[in-house]
């Protein structure tokens, strides 16, 4: 259901039209079941120092899933859209002097799904720009970029056209090619009956070595 709602969503994002009985919440839609206002859909997110998040929330189409799973995505389920800690409003505070580390006391606090993240940066932290939406401010932090960035398989699989794909921020690199696209397979090895019979060597060729001078 996550995925599926994922997908309404992320075409809703895009403007792209589709046939729906009910249309996708236009402001921060849940990723459940993808109206907007609704109290049950609040949802609060506990990041652990190791093991996935504890997610708080009362939407009716919840369910549990494997966060780090979902986090990641694959080739059958692209969609990644999962409730997430924007780092903008709950900083991960640096370590104290003489320390490597600062201890992080699980906490939960107010979660963003992915696919609403630039909604809530563009209205929640207007001193920073976002791609193809507001070019004023500074450059969205690398790790807030990370989290809300879309991967091509994701907006492949939701048919956005790809006129309408998210605008990516200056620095990055291309995406990698999809993890579910095949490799060309070499052609197949001719059968050693039509293969040409090789001359018996008389002597041995001495090694040629060719060296090359980088300039």
Request: positive net charge.
């Amino acid at each position: 259901m996550r995925s599926h709602i994922g997908q309404h969503i992320l075409r809703a994002l895009s403007n792209t039209p589709e046939s729906l009985k009910e249309q996708v919440g236009k402001v921060l839609p849940c990723g459940f079941c993808g109206r907007s206002g609704l109290p049950e859909c609040a949802i609060r997110i506990k990041v652990l120092a190791s093991g996935p998040p504890s997610v708080e929330m009362k939407c009716i189409y919840h369910f549990v899933f494997k966060y780090k799973f979902a986090d990641k995505g694959s080739k059958h389920t692209p969609c990644r859209n999962v409730p997430i800690r924007c780092t903008l409003c709950h900083p991960v505070l640096p370590p104290e002097p003489g320390k490597s580390t600062r201890k992080i006391i699980p906490a939960f606090v107010d979660a963003v799904w992915r696919y609403n993240m630039v909604e809530h940066v563009l209205d929640q932290h207007a001193e920073y720009s976002v791609p193809g939406h507001r070019e004023a401010g500074a450059p969205l932090p690398a790790e807030v970029w990370g989290s809300m960035r879309l991967t091509d398989l994701e907006q492949i699989a939701a048919r956005i056209p790809k006129e309408r794909w998210q605008v990516g921020q200056e620095g990055d690199k291309e995406n990698a090619p999809a993890s579910g696209s095949r490799t060309r397979k070499r052609p197949a090895l001719e059968s050693a009956a039509s293969l040409p019979l090789k001359r018996p060597r008389t002597a041995v060729q001495p090694l040629q070595i060719s060296r090359t001078l980088i300039a």
